[in-house]
Protein backbone atom coordinates (compact mmCIF):
# COMPACT_ATOMS: atom_id res chain seq x y z
CA UNK A 1 0.00 0.00 0.00
CA UNK A 2 1.28 3.53 -1.27
CA UNK A 3 1.84 5.51 1.99
CA UNK A 4 1.36 9.55 1.63
CA UNK A 5 4.72 11.75 2.35
CA UNK A 6 4.47 13.40 5.78
CA UNK A 7 5.26 16.94 4.18
CA UNK A 8 3.72 20.37 5.16
CA UNK A 9 1.32 21.45 2.45
CA UNK A 10 2.01 24.96 1.42
CA UNK A 11 0.53 26.00 -2.19
CA UNK A 12 2.86 26.97 -4.95
CA UNK A 13 1.51 30.73 -5.33
CA UNK A 14 3.02 33.95 -7.46
CA UNK A 15 2.45 36.04 -3.95
CA UNK A 16 5.17 33.73 -2.71
CA UNK A 17 7.59 34.71 -5.24
CA UNK A 18 7.20 38.25 -4.13
CA UNK A 19 7.78 37.58 -0.65
CA UNK A 20 10.92 35.80 -1.66
CA UNK A 21 12.38 38.48 -3.60
CA UNK A 22 11.48 41.38 -1.15
CA UNK A 23 12.65 38.48 2.07
CA UNK A 24 15.77 37.19 0.56
CA UNK A 25 17.20 39.66 -2.57
CA UNK A 26 15.57 42.88 -1.18
CA UNK A 27 18.49 45.54 -1.72
CA UNK A 28 18.10 43.85 -5.74
CA UNK A 29 17.61 46.24 -8.03
CA UNK A 30 14.78 46.71 -10.59
CA UNK A 31 16.03 48.87 -13.35
CA UNK A 32 12.96 50.21 -15.71
CA UNK A 33 13.00 52.79 -18.34
CA UNK A 34 10.01 54.77 -18.00
CA UNK A 35 7.51 55.11 -21.03
CA UNK A 36 8.30 59.31 -21.82
CA UNK A 37 11.73 58.28 -21.53
CA UNK A 38 13.93 58.73 -18.64
CA UNK A 39 15.50 55.46 -16.60
CA UNK A 40 14.35 54.91 -12.76
CA UNK A 41 15.47 52.50 -10.08
CA UNK A 42 14.03 50.20 -7.33
CA UNK A 43 14.72 47.71 -4.89
CA UNK A 44 13.16 44.28 -4.79
CA UNK A 45 11.50 45.24 -1.08
CA UNK A 46 10.34 48.71 -3.01
CA UNK A 47 8.58 47.02 -5.78
CA UNK A 48 6.77 44.90 -2.77
CA UNK A 49 5.91 47.54 -1.41
CA UNK A 50 4.15 49.17 -4.22
CA UNK A 51 2.40 45.95 -5.74
CA UNK A 52 0.80 45.93 -2.17
CA UNK A 53 -0.34 49.39 -2.58
CA UNK A 54 -2.09 48.50 -5.73
CA UNK A 55 -3.16 45.38 -4.51
CA UNK A 56 -4.95 47.41 -1.45
CA UNK A 57 -5.69 50.01 -4.45
CA UNK A 58 -7.27 47.54 -6.45
CA UNK A 59 -9.34 45.91 -3.51
CA UNK A 60 -10.54 49.46 -2.94
CA UNK A 61 -11.75 49.57 -6.32
CA UNK A 62 -14.39 46.61 -4.80
CA UNK A 63 -12.30 43.76 -7.21
CA UNK A 64 -13.22 40.67 -6.05
CA UNK A 65 -11.10 36.95 -6.30
CA UNK A 66 -11.63 36.06 -9.60
CA UNK A 67 -11.71 39.26 -11.22
CA UNK A 68 -10.13 39.90 -14.33
CA UNK A 69 -7.63 42.62 -14.89
CA UNK A 70 -6.10 43.72 -18.08
CA UNK A 71 -2.97 45.11 -18.49
CA UNK A 72 -2.13 46.80 -22.26
CA UNK A 73 1.49 47.80 -21.22
CA UNK A 74 5.15 47.95 -22.00
CA UNK A 75 8.16 45.81 -20.04
CA UNK A 76 8.24 48.37 -16.72
CA UNK A 77 8.08 48.65 -13.44
CA UNK A 78 4.45 49.00 -12.70
CA UNK A 79 3.83 46.62 -15.44
CA UNK A 80 5.66 44.40 -12.99
CA UNK A 81 4.05 45.59 -9.49
CA UNK A 82 0.88 44.29 -11.24
CA UNK A 83 1.90 41.20 -12.26
CA UNK A 84 2.18 40.53 -8.34
CA UNK A 85 -0.44 42.55 -7.41
CA UNK A 86 -3.17 41.30 -9.45
CA UNK A 87 -2.46 37.64 -8.98
CA UNK A 88 -1.54 37.43 -5.70
CA UNK A 89 -4.88 38.71 -4.76
CA UNK A 90 -6.44 36.09 -6.66
CA UNK A 91 -7.51 37.89 -9.47
CA UNK A 92 -6.42 37.08 -12.76
CA UNK A 93 -3.74 38.91 -15.11
CA UNK A 94 -4.68 39.11 -18.54
CA UNK A 95 -1.88 40.61 -20.33
CA UNK A 96 -3.03 42.01 -23.67
CA UNK A 97 -1.02 42.21 -27.07
CA UNK A 98 -1.47 46.10 -28.23
CA UNK A 99 -0.18 45.27 -31.63
CA UNK A 100 -3.50 43.46 -32.26
CA UNK A 101 -6.20 44.92 -34.51
CA UNK A 102 -8.58 47.12 -32.13
CA UNK A 103 -11.85 44.54 -33.14
CA UNK A 104 -9.49 41.77 -31.93
CA UNK A 105 -8.65 43.34 -28.26
CA UNK A 106 -12.47 44.40 -27.87
CA UNK A 107 -13.05 40.75 -28.32
CA UNK A 108 -10.05 39.34 -25.68
CA UNK A 109 -11.47 42.17 -23.70
CA UNK A 110 -14.72 41.21 -23.53
CA UNK A 111 -14.19 37.54 -23.73
CA UNK A 112 -12.07 37.81 -20.64
CA UNK A 113 -14.60 39.97 -18.85
CA UNK A 114 -11.89 42.61 -17.76
CA UNK A 115 -12.88 44.88 -15.04
CA UNK A 116 -10.11 47.18 -15.14
CA UNK A 117 -7.59 47.82 -17.75
CA UNK A 118 -3.98 49.12 -17.13
CA UNK A 119 -2.52 51.09 -19.97
CA UNK A 120 0.67 52.89 -20.96
CA UNK A 121 0.32 56.72 -21.68
CA UNK A 122 1.63 55.40 -25.67
CA UNK A 123 -1.59 53.64 -25.73
CA UNK A 124 -4.03 55.93 -25.25
CA UNK A 125 -5.51 56.40 -28.89
CA UNK A 126 -6.19 52.53 -28.70
CA UNK A 127 -7.77 52.86 -25.16
CA UNK A 128 -10.00 55.80 -26.88
CA UNK A 129 -10.92 53.49 -29.33
CA UNK A 130 -11.70 50.33 -27.43
CA UNK A 131 -13.62 52.34 -24.24
CA UNK A 132 -16.86 52.48 -26.00
CA UNK A 133 -16.55 49.36 -26.96
CA UNK A 134 -16.05 47.53 -23.39
CA UNK A 135 -18.72 48.68 -20.98
CA UNK A 136 -18.15 46.09 -18.25
CA UNK A 137 -15.04 47.92 -17.97
CA UNK A 138 -14.92 50.02 -14.37
CA UNK A 139 -11.85 51.63 -14.87
CA UNK A 140 -8.71 52.60 -16.92
CA UNK A 141 -5.85 53.13 -15.17
CA UNK A 142 -2.95 54.92 -16.45
CA UNK A 143 0.86 53.49 -15.56
CA UNK A 144 1.65 56.93 -15.22
CA UNK A 145 1.82 59.84 -12.95
CA UNK A 146 0.19 62.98 -13.29
CA UNK A 147 2.02 64.60 -14.93
CA UNK A 148 2.19 61.77 -17.67
CA UNK A 149 -1.43 61.29 -17.83
CA UNK A 150 -2.74 61.46 -21.27
CA UNK A 151 -6.39 63.49 -22.35
CA UNK A 152 -8.86 60.87 -23.31
CA UNK A 153 -12.08 62.38 -24.12
CA UNK A 154 -15.36 60.87 -22.86
CA UNK A 155 -13.56 58.07 -21.12
CA UNK A 156 -15.02 57.35 -17.92
CA UNK A 157 -13.44 56.06 -14.95
CA UNK A 158 -9.97 56.89 -15.62
CA UNK A 159 -7.31 56.62 -12.51
CA UNK A 160 -3.36 57.77 -12.38
CA UNK A 161 -1.26 55.49 -11.53
CA UNK A 162 0.53 56.99 -8.76
CA UNK A 163 -2.34 58.85 -7.39
CA UNK A 164 -4.29 55.52 -7.40
CA UNK A 165 -1.81 53.17 -4.64
CA UNK A 166 0.31 56.93 -2.74
CA UNK A 167 -2.64 56.52 0.13
CA UNK A 168 -2.56 53.22 0.42
CA UNK A 169 -0.32 51.23 2.84
CA UNK A 170 2.40 48.87 1.79
CA UNK A 171 1.14 45.99 3.57
CA UNK A 172 -1.15 43.51 2.78
CA UNK A 173 -1.88 40.77 3.88
CA UNK A 174 -1.65 38.12 0.60
CA UNK A 175 -4.70 35.20 0.67
CA UNK A 176 -4.23 31.58 0.57
CA UNK A 177 -6.33 29.02 -1.89
CA UNK A 178 -5.67 26.49 -4.15
CA UNK A 179 -2.59 26.81 -6.53
CA UNK A 180 -4.17 25.87 -9.35
CA UNK A 181 -6.48 29.09 -9.61
CA UNK A 182 -6.15 30.89 -12.58
CA UNK A 183 -3.28 33.56 -12.53
CA UNK A 184 -2.50 34.58 -15.65
CA UNK A 185 -4.69 34.88 -19.22
CA UNK A 186 -3.35 35.16 -22.23
CA UNK A 187 -4.72 35.08 -25.58
CA UNK A 188 -3.06 33.39 -28.81
CA UNK A 189 -1.96 35.82 -31.76
CA UNK A 190 -5.14 35.08 -33.46
CA UNK A 191 -3.90 34.82 -36.97
CA UNK A 192 -6.48 32.52 -38.31
CA UNK A 193 -9.97 33.65 -36.64
CA UNK A 194 -10.38 34.99 -33.12
CA UNK A 195 -7.41 34.80 -30.41
CA UNK A 196 -7.74 31.73 -27.84
CA UNK A 197 -7.24 32.40 -24.08
CA UNK A 198 -4.83 30.51 -22.12
CA UNK A 199 -5.33 30.33 -18.21
CA UNK A 200 -2.70 29.73 -16.55
CA UNK A 201 -2.43 28.80 -13.48
CA UNK A 202 -0.06 29.76 -10.21
CA UNK A 203 1.20 26.03 -9.58
CA UNK A 204 1.88 26.04 -13.56
CA UNK A 205 3.59 29.79 -13.50
CA UNK A 206 5.80 28.56 -10.10
CA UNK A 207 7.11 25.53 -11.54
CA UNK A 208 7.93 26.85 -15.25
CA UNK A 209 9.86 30.36 -13.22
CA UNK A 210 11.69 27.50 -11.20
CA UNK A 211 12.69 25.33 -13.83
CA UNK A 212 13.79 28.81 -15.82
CA UNK A 213 16.51 29.34 -12.87
CA UNK A 214 18.20 26.20 -13.78
CA UNK A 215 21.69 26.25 -15.33
CA UNK A 216 20.87 24.64 -18.53
CA UNK A 217 17.62 26.76 -18.84
CA UNK A 218 18.16 30.86 -18.40
CA UNK A 219 20.59 30.13 -15.24
CA UNK A 220 19.89 33.33 -13.91
CA UNK A 221 21.39 34.23 -10.30
CA UNK A 222 22.40 36.94 -7.84
CA UNK A 223 24.96 36.99 -9.99
CA UNK A 224 23.24 38.14 -13.34
CA UNK A 225 21.63 41.13 -15.12
CA UNK A 226 18.99 39.83 -16.91
CA UNK A 227 17.14 42.30 -19.53
CA UNK A 228 13.57 41.01 -21.36
CA UNK A 229 13.32 42.45 -24.46
CA UNK A 230 10.24 39.50 -24.73
CA UNK A 231 7.52 41.77 -24.27
CA UNK A 232 5.53 41.11 -20.78
CA UNK A 233 2.20 40.93 -22.82
CA UNK A 234 3.63 37.65 -24.43
CA UNK A 235 3.43 34.59 -22.31
CA UNK A 236 4.36 36.29 -19.46
CA UNK A 237 7.79 37.82 -21.13
CA UNK A 238 9.01 33.87 -20.66
CA UNK A 239 8.00 34.27 -17.10
CA UNK A 240 11.17 35.99 -16.78
CA UNK A 241 9.83 38.80 -14.30
CA UNK A 242 8.93 35.72 -11.88
CA UNK A 243 12.36 33.71 -12.39
CA UNK A 244 14.35 36.62 -11.53
CA UNK A 245 12.58 37.67 -8.37
CA UNK A 246 12.84 34.35 -7.49
CA UNK A 247 16.35 33.83 -8.04
CA UNK A 248 16.96 37.38 -7.18
CA UNK A 249 18.57 38.57 -10.67
CA UNK A 250 19.14 42.37 -11.43
CA UNK A 251 16.06 42.85 -13.47
CA UNK A 252 16.31 45.57 -16.26
CA UNK A 253 13.16 46.89 -18.08
CA UNK A 254 13.76 48.62 -22.08
CA UNK A 255 10.13 49.90 -21.63
CA UNK A 256 9.22 50.66 -25.35
CA UNK A 257 12.21 51.74 -26.78
CA UNK A 258 13.45 48.38 -28.90
CA UNK A 259 15.13 49.24 -31.42
CA UNK A 260 19.23 48.46 -31.78
CA UNK A 261 20.73 51.30 -30.95
CA UNK A 262 18.04 51.63 -27.82
CA UNK A 263 18.71 48.28 -26.61
CA UNK A 264 22.68 48.70 -26.93
CA UNK A 265 22.93 51.51 -24.94
CA UNK A 266 20.76 49.88 -22.13
CA UNK A 267 23.23 46.59 -22.41
CA UNK A 268 25.97 48.69 -22.01
CA UNK A 269 25.21 50.88 -19.73
CA UNK A 270 23.59 48.54 -17.18
CA UNK A 271 25.92 45.74 -17.84
CA UNK A 272 23.50 43.18 -19.00
CA UNK A 273 24.37 39.86 -19.18
CA UNK A 274 22.10 38.00 -20.12
CA UNK A 275 18.53 38.83 -22.64
CA UNK A 276 15.66 37.03 -24.11
CA UNK A 277 14.17 37.80 -27.24
CA UNK A 278 12.83 36.96 -31.34
CA UNK A 279 15.29 36.52 -33.74
CA UNK A 280 13.85 39.59 -35.16
CA UNK A 281 15.35 41.83 -32.15
CA UNK A 282 18.35 40.39 -32.43
CA UNK A 283 19.06 41.25 -36.25
CA UNK A 284 18.50 44.78 -35.67
CA UNK A 285 20.41 44.70 -32.42
CA UNK A 286 23.38 42.99 -34.60
CA UNK A 287 22.92 45.53 -37.76
CA UNK A 288 23.73 48.81 -35.21
CA UNK A 289 26.47 47.11 -33.08
CA UNK A 290 28.17 45.54 -36.77
CA UNK A 291 27.25 49.19 -38.74
CA UNK A 292 29.07 50.78 -35.37
CA UNK A 293 32.05 48.33 -35.02
CA UNK A 294 30.91 47.96 -31.70
CA UNK A 295 31.39 45.47 -28.78
CA UNK A 296 29.22 43.56 -26.12
CA UNK A 297 31.20 44.13 -22.82
CA UNK A 298 28.86 42.07 -20.51
CA UNK A 299 26.39 40.41 -22.46
CA UNK A 300 27.34 36.92 -22.17
CA UNK A 301 24.10 34.71 -23.26
CA UNK A 302 21.12 35.44 -25.10
CA UNK A 303 18.01 33.21 -25.52
CA UNK A 304 15.78 33.04 -28.19
CA UNK A 305 12.16 31.78 -29.28
CA UNK A 306 9.00 32.44 -30.86
CA UNK A 307 10.67 31.58 -34.30
CA UNK A 308 13.84 29.78 -35.70
CA UNK A 309 16.82 31.51 -35.08
CA UNK A 310 19.21 30.95 -38.38
CA UNK A 311 22.58 29.69 -37.77
CA UNK A 312 24.25 32.34 -39.69
CA UNK A 313 22.85 34.38 -37.26
CA UNK A 314 24.19 32.23 -33.95
CA UNK A 315 27.48 31.96 -35.65
CA UNK A 316 27.86 35.92 -35.71
CA UNK A 317 26.85 35.90 -32.27
CA UNK A 318 29.37 33.42 -30.73
CA UNK A 319 32.36 33.45 -33.05
CA UNK A 320 32.34 37.30 -33.91
CA UNK A 321 30.97 38.91 -30.33
CA UNK A 322 31.54 35.68 -27.60
CA UNK A 323 27.94 35.60 -26.75
CA UNK A 324 26.54 32.49 -26.47
CA UNK A 325 23.01 31.65 -28.31
CA UNK A 326 20.35 29.19 -26.63
CA UNK A 327 17.32 28.00 -29.01
CA UNK A 328 14.46 27.39 -27.59
CA UNK A 329 10.99 26.72 -28.06
CA UNK A 330 7.40 27.47 -26.45
CA UNK A 331 4.20 28.67 -26.99
CA UNK A 332 1.47 30.39 -25.67
CA UNK A 333 -0.27 26.78 -24.96
CA UNK A 334 3.23 25.85 -22.98
CA UNK A 335 3.72 29.03 -20.45
CA UNK A 336 6.70 29.39 -21.39
CA UNK A 337 9.92 27.38 -22.61
CA UNK A 338 9.02 23.78 -23.16
CA UNK A 339 12.45 22.77 -24.55
CA UNK A 340 15.72 24.69 -25.04
CA UNK A 341 18.88 23.57 -26.23
CA UNK A 342 22.14 23.18 -23.58
CA UNK A 343 25.40 22.23 -24.92
CA UNK A 344 27.21 18.94 -22.82
CA UNK A 345 30.90 19.33 -22.33
CA UNK A 346 31.29 17.03 -25.14
CA UNK A 347 29.50 19.38 -27.00
CA UNK A 348 31.71 21.93 -26.10
CA UNK A 349 34.46 20.00 -27.79
CA UNK A 350 33.06 19.91 -30.96
CA UNK A 351 34.40 22.36 -33.91
CA UNK A 352 32.42 25.37 -34.25
CA UNK A 353 30.36 24.72 -37.06
CA UNK A 354 29.13 21.76 -35.40
CA UNK A 355 28.12 23.18 -32.27
CA UNK A 356 26.25 25.75 -34.01
CA UNK A 357 24.46 23.51 -35.91
CA UNK A 358 23.50 21.94 -32.58
CA UNK A 359 22.46 25.53 -31.37
CA UNK A 360 20.35 25.86 -34.42
CA UNK A 361 17.88 23.46 -33.63
CA UNK A 362 15.29 23.80 -30.62
CA UNK A 363 16.66 21.59 -27.79
CA UNK A 364 15.96 18.97 -24.95
CA UNK A 365 12.70 18.90 -23.40
CA UNK A 366 13.10 21.02 -19.88
CA UNK A 367 12.60 19.31 -17.05
CA UNK A 368 8.83 18.86 -16.17
CA UNK A 369 7.78 18.49 -19.94
CA UNK A 370 7.71 15.31 -22.26
CA UNK A 371 7.70 15.67 -26.27
CA UNK A 372 7.17 13.24 -29.19
CA UNK A 373 6.49 13.49 -32.66
CA UNK A 374 3.41 11.12 -34.66
CA UNK A 375 2.47 10.70 -38.16
CA UNK A 376 -0.98 11.22 -39.73
CA UNK A 377 -2.64 8.22 -37.59
CA UNK A 378 -1.32 9.29 -34.57
CA UNK A 379 1.56 6.40 -33.99
CA UNK A 380 4.53 7.81 -32.49
CA UNK A 381 7.65 7.92 -35.19
CA UNK A 382 11.38 6.72 -33.73
CA UNK A 383 13.94 9.12 -31.76
CA UNK A 384 16.35 8.77 -35.10
CA UNK A 385 16.40 12.71 -35.93
CA UNK A 386 14.70 12.18 -39.90
CA UNK A 387 11.22 10.73 -39.02
CA UNK A 388 9.25 13.94 -39.23
CA UNK A 389 5.87 14.13 -37.81
CA UNK A 390 3.76 16.27 -35.52
CA UNK A 391 5.17 17.55 -32.00
CA UNK A 392 3.03 16.76 -29.04
CA UNK A 393 3.84 17.84 -26.00
CA UNK A 394 2.81 16.91 -22.24
CA UNK A 395 3.85 18.19 -18.67
CA UNK A 396 2.94 20.23 -15.79
CA UNK A 397 2.73 23.95 -17.41
CA UNK A 398 0.77 23.01 -20.36
CA UNK A 399 -2.92 23.80 -21.39
CA UNK A 400 -5.29 21.50 -21.34
CA UNK A 401 -7.76 23.61 -22.65
CA UNK A 402 -8.98 27.01 -23.59
CA UNK A 403 -10.43 29.26 -21.69
CA UNK A 404 -14.48 29.14 -22.08
CA UNK A 405 -13.86 26.28 -23.83
CA UNK A 406 -15.87 22.86 -23.16
CA UNK A 407 -13.99 20.37 -24.75
CA UNK A 408 -10.46 19.35 -23.95
CA UNK A 409 -7.57 20.26 -26.41
CA UNK A 410 -5.63 17.45 -26.12
CA UNK A 411 -5.27 13.45 -28.00
CA UNK A 412 -5.12 10.78 -25.27
CA UNK A 413 -3.45 13.69 -22.64
CA UNK A 414 -0.87 15.38 -25.51
CA UNK A 415 -1.28 18.56 -26.85
CA UNK A 416 -0.88 18.83 -30.28
CA UNK A 417 1.10 21.81 -31.10
CA UNK A 418 0.41 22.23 -35.09
CA UNK A 419 4.76 21.91 -35.60
CA UNK A 420 6.40 19.55 -37.83
CA UNK A 421 9.91 18.22 -35.77
CA UNK A 422 12.15 15.94 -35.74
CA UNK A 423 13.66 14.31 -32.32
CA UNK A 424 17.06 12.64 -32.55
CA UNK A 425 18.50 9.79 -30.21
CA UNK A 426 19.78 12.44 -27.94
CA UNK A 427 16.37 13.99 -27.19
CA UNK A 428 17.54 17.19 -29.51
CA UNK A 429 14.10 18.39 -30.98
CA UNK A 430 14.31 19.95 -34.59
CA UNK A 431 11.24 21.97 -35.59
CA UNK A 432 10.81 21.77 -39.44
CA UNK A 433 7.94 23.88 -39.36
CA UNK A 434 4.66 24.67 -39.25
CA UNK A 435 1.79 22.32 -40.84
CA UNK A 436 0.40 25.44 -41.99
CA UNK A 437 4.14 26.52 -43.52
CA UNK A 438 5.18 23.34 -44.70
CA UNK A 439 5.60 23.20 -48.81
CA UNK A 440 4.59 19.88 -50.37
CA UNK A 441 6.51 19.34 -53.97
CA UNK A 442 5.77 16.74 -56.12
CA UNK A 443 4.91 14.39 -52.91
CA UNK A 444 8.10 15.73 -51.05
CA UNK A 445 8.29 18.24 -47.99
CA UNK A 446 10.34 21.70 -48.20
CA UNK A 447 11.04 23.16 -45.23
CA UNK A 448 10.73 26.85 -44.97
CA UNK A 449 12.59 27.22 -41.65
CA UNK A 450 15.36 25.46 -43.69
CA UNK A 451 15.44 27.36 -46.71
CA UNK A 452 14.82 30.75 -44.80
CA UNK A 453 18.05 29.63 -42.66
CA UNK A 454 19.98 28.64 -45.50
CA UNK A 455 18.96 32.39 -47.14
CA UNK A 456 20.03 34.42 -44.09
CA UNK A 457 23.65 32.98 -44.63
CA UNK A 458 24.21 35.74 -47.12
CA UNK A 459 25.76 38.85 -46.14
CA UNK A 460 23.84 41.18 -47.63
CA UNK A 461 20.17 39.55 -46.27
CA UNK A 462 18.51 41.30 -43.64
CA UNK A 463 15.41 39.04 -43.07
CA UNK A 464 13.97 35.99 -45.40
CA UNK A 465 10.92 34.34 -45.49
CA UNK A 466 9.37 31.38 -47.83
CA UNK A 467 5.57 30.47 -48.68
CA UNK A 468 4.11 27.50 -51.28
CA UNK A 469 2.55 29.26 -54.23
CA UNK A 470 0.43 26.28 -56.37
CA UNK A 471 1.73 24.64 -59.13
CA UNK A 472 0.31 22.93 -62.24
CA UNK A 473 2.89 19.96 -61.83
CA UNK A 474 4.62 19.99 -58.23
CA UNK A 475 1.31 21.03 -56.35
CA UNK A 476 3.09 23.75 -54.57
CA UNK A 477 6.74 25.63 -55.01
CA UNK A 478 8.50 27.70 -52.78
CA UNK A 479 8.67 31.42 -53.22
CA UNK A 480 11.34 33.55 -51.61
CA UNK A 481 11.05 37.32 -49.72
CA UNK A 482 13.87 38.80 -49.49
CA UNK A 483 15.00 42.07 -46.89
CA UNK A 484 18.47 43.11 -48.09
CA UNK A 485 20.30 45.05 -45.24
CA UNK A 486 20.96 49.03 -45.91
CA UNK A 487 23.26 49.85 -48.85
CA UNK A 488 22.87 46.42 -50.48
CA UNK A 489 22.56 45.59 -53.93
CA UNK A 490 21.59 42.00 -53.85
CA UNK A 491 19.65 40.78 -56.69
CA UNK A 492 17.68 37.43 -57.76
CA UNK A 493 20.27 35.51 -59.74
CA UNK A 494 23.14 36.20 -57.44
CA UNK A 495 20.67 34.76 -54.51
CA UNK A 496 19.75 32.06 -56.25
CA UNK A 497 23.02 31.08 -57.25
CA UNK A 498 24.09 31.31 -53.69
CA UNK A 499 21.53 28.92 -52.41
CA UNK A 500 22.35 26.55 -55.34
CA UNK A 501 25.34 25.69 -53.03
CA UNK A 502 23.90 24.88 -50.40
CA UNK A 503 20.44 23.13 -50.65
CA UNK A 504 18.51 20.44 -52.71
CA UNK A 505 17.66 21.28 -56.40
CA UNK A 506 14.64 20.88 -55.87
CA UNK A 507 14.22 23.10 -52.41
CA UNK A 508 15.04 26.01 -54.59
CA UNK A 509 12.30 29.11 -54.99
CA UNK A 510 10.28 28.85 -58.06
CA UNK A 511 11.13 33.06 -57.70
CA UNK A 512 12.75 35.76 -55.45
CA UNK A 513 10.37 38.85 -54.21
CA UNK A 514 12.49 41.67 -52.60
CA UNK A 515 10.54 44.07 -50.05
CA UNK A 516 11.36 47.26 -47.96
CA UNK A 517 10.21 45.35 -44.74
CA UNK A 518 8.24 41.86 -43.89
CA UNK A 519 5.63 41.80 -42.20
CA UNK A 520 5.44 41.47 -38.89
CA UNK A 521 2.75 40.61 -36.09
CA UNK A 522 2.66 41.59 -32.40
CA UNK A 523 4.82 38.97 -30.63
CA UNK A 524 8.10 39.88 -33.65
CA UNK A 525 7.09 36.52 -36.14
CA UNK A 526 6.77 37.32 -40.07
CA UNK A 527 2.99 36.93 -40.25
CA UNK A 528 3.21 34.47 -43.30
CA UNK A 529 -0.67 34.49 -43.32
CA UNK A 530 -0.05 38.20 -45.02
CA UNK A 531 2.06 37.34 -47.28
CA UNK A 532 -0.35 34.24 -48.38
CA UNK A 533 -3.31 37.19 -48.92
CA UNK A 534 -1.23 39.17 -51.61
CA UNK A 535 1.37 36.40 -53.25
CA UNK A 536 -0.36 33.03 -52.49
CA UNK A 537 -2.57 32.80 -55.43
CA UNK A 538 0.28 33.21 -57.55
CA UNK A 539 0.25 30.02 -60.36
CA UNK A 540 3.85 29.09 -60.80
CA UNK A 541 4.00 27.53 -64.15
CA UNK A 542 1.47 28.88 -65.78
Known amino acids: ML ?29 SRETHGPTVRFTYTQIAQRARRLANALRALNLQPGD ?27 TCNPRLHVQQLVYILQHAEDKVVLFDSTFAPLIQAVAPQCPQVRAWICLSDRQHLPALDGVQGVHCYEELIA ?80 SGTRLVLPGPRLDGASLYELMETEKVTLSAGVPTIWMGLLQHVEQGQLRFSTMRRTCVGGSAMPKAL ?7 YGVEVRHGWGMTETTAVATLTNLSALDWALPAEERHAIVARQGKAVSGIEIKVVDELGHTLP ?24 RSALVDGWFPTGDIATIDANGI ?39 GIKHPKWDERPLLFVVRKPGQTLEKQEILDFLAERVAKWWMPEDVVFLDALPVGGTGKVQKNELRKQYGGVFAGA
Not at 3 to 31: F, K, N, W
Not at 80 to 89: R, T
Not at 201 to 209: F, G, P
Request: charged letters at 15%; one cysteine or more; hydrophobic letters at 40%.
Open 167 to 246: PHPDTFEWPEFDEKTGAVLCYTSGTTGNPKGVLYSHRAIVLNATAACLPDVLSLSTRETVLPVVPMFHINAWCIPYAAML
Open 68 to 94: AVASIAWNNHRHLEAYYAVSGSGMVMH
Open 314 to 320: ITRFSDV
Open 3 to 31: QPGLMMDRPLLISGILEHGAGQHGTQEVV
Open 383 to 406: RDGVSQGELMVRGQWILERYYKAE
Open 429 to 467: MTIRDRTKDVIKSGGEWISSIDLENAVIGHTAVAQAAVI
